[in-house]
């Protein structure tokens, strides 16, 4: 008897895990992602990888590839809007501010909405004016803001919300299509 009260105590003590709840990605301010990515527009195109790292108000981005743009690494810091940018080339230039912008642009020969994008790839609509649809005919949610189209083609749980894994943005003739491999959320 006495053994039996010692197991069910023993047994009392031990709490149960609580079920871990989805994550609100709009609040959501750490978080990774990797995965490839390919670019087309009239002068340029290919194809790399990249690896986002989310921290707040700053990103990593880390694009390596045969990509128009180049092997590149981005520091994104600020809102939306216009966030600074700190833009180290391939070949070892390192360029801030509006210089930076200008680089970014010639590379893929359209305005790159950077601020945006932290917003895009987890599958929301950035700070501002923007329009969300059905597209009947391919399945896909469509997001339209700031001049670009991001259709957003199919979505993972695993990492414990839903988030995009393949999408494809457009504007005019610059098409940026994004697989994300791996997402890591609160990370």
């Not at 990888?49 to 520091?75: N, Y």
């Not at 999408?167 to 994300?180: E, K, L």
Request: glycine share 12%.
């Amino acid at each position: 008897m006495a053994l039996l009260l010692l197991v069910m105590t023993g047994c009392a003590g031990v709490p149960r895990s609580a079920p871990s709840l989805p994550v609100d990605l709009a609040s959501l301010d750490r978080w990774q992602a990797h995965g490839r990515l390919g670019v087309s527009g009239t002068q340029r195109g290919g194809s790399g990888s990249f690896d986002w790292q989310q921290q707040g108000r700053r990103a990593e981005v880390r694009i390596r590839g045969p990509l128009g743009l180049g092997s590149v690494h981005m520091q994104l810091l600020g809102d939306a809007a216009r966030p600074k940018l700190r833009l180290e080339t391939g070949d070892g230039r390192v360029l801030h501010s509006q210089a930076a912008w200008d680089e970014l642009e010639a590379r893929l020969g359209e305005d790159v909405p950077a601020g945006n994008l932290r917003y895009w790839l987890l599958g929301l609509a950035a700070p501002g004016e923007y329009r969300w649809h059905d597209d009947e005919r391919t399945g896909d949610v469509v997001l339209e803001q700031d001049g670009w189209r991001i259709d957003y083609q199919r979505y993972s749980t695993e990492a414990g919300a839903r988030v995009p894994v393949k999408m494809r943005a457009s504007n005019g003739q610059a098409q940026v299509r994004i697989v994300v491999d791996q997402w890591r959320l609160g990370q």
